[in-house]
């Protein structure tokens, strides 16, 4: 069974340009978050999709924004970067929520904004 | 005060000996509790899930739950160098829909 898939695994942008991210969830999980890994914040929660809602948001500016498609495969874009979005992005996938049986982890994207 | 507390380590043990990773939180709502191991420059691995008051064990893993202390931990036996990683304790704030906060985690290290 195919694990979390996420691309482009290594990413160099400038400042003020935009970037887009994508996450294939594992086959059947319908629920994906995407988190920002820096470390000096550790892992702090993006949003949630499921079924093509936005069922959860955490607090960064709108800048950040997602989607989800019908395959349930997701995308997480930035608009206008800054130096302080250089992290990690990791996609997390779960059937329905990670209530019970918590996240699958992609291996993430590193985005280094320069 | 953050949602979830742990403290950044580094905690050194050596081989065999018991690792103790805490963590507390604050949302008293909060009914799952994960912890997730991250090898440096590797994605977060769930290792351990606990719901119930009480200890839950799976090999050389135990978590420990108190809701009453909203204190949550893990103890590895037996700590081996490929133990070496960091911990991060999550927990599920069920404020309308689920989603789970982290901690920042606690550096583990195993020496021989």
């Known amino acids: 069974k195919a694990g979390v898939t996420q691309t482009p695994r290594y990413l160099i942008k400038t400042r003020g340009q935009q970037v887009t991210l994508s996450c294939s969830p594992i086959?059947?999980?319908?629920?994906v978050s995407w988190y920002q890994q820096t470390p000096g914040q550790g892992l702090q929660f993006l949003f949630e999709?499921?079924?093509?809602?936005?069922?959860n948001k955490g607090n960064f500016p709108g800048r950040f924004s997602g989607r989800q498609f019908s395959n349930s495969r997701s995308e997480m874009n930035v608009s206008t970067l800054e130096l302080g979005d250089s992290a990690l992005y990791l996609c997390a996938s779960s059937l329905s929520g990670p209530a019970n049986y918590g996240y699958t982890f992609g291996s993430g994207t590193r985005l280094t904004v320069v | 005060q953050k949602e979830v507390e742990q403290n950044s380590g580094p905690l050194s043990v050596p081989e065999g000996a018991i690792a103790s990773l805490n963590c507390t939180y604050s949302d008293r709502g909060s009914q799952s509790f994960f912890w997730y191991r991250q090898y440096s420059g590797k994605s977060p691995e769930l290792i351990m899930f606990?719901?119930?008051?009480g200890d839950k064990e799976d090999g050389r893993f135990t978590a420990q739950l108190n809701k009453a202390s909203q204190y949550v931990s893990l103890l590895i036996r037996d700590s081996q160098p490929s133990d070496s990683a960091t911990y991060l304790c999550a927990v599920n704030i069920a404020r309308g829909t689920d989603k789970l906060i982290f901690g920042t985690g606690t550096r583990l290290q195993v020496f021989p």
């Open positions: 086959s059947g999980h319908r629920s």
């Open positions: 606990i719901y119930s008051n």
């Open positions: 999709y499921f079924s093509e809602t936005q069922r």
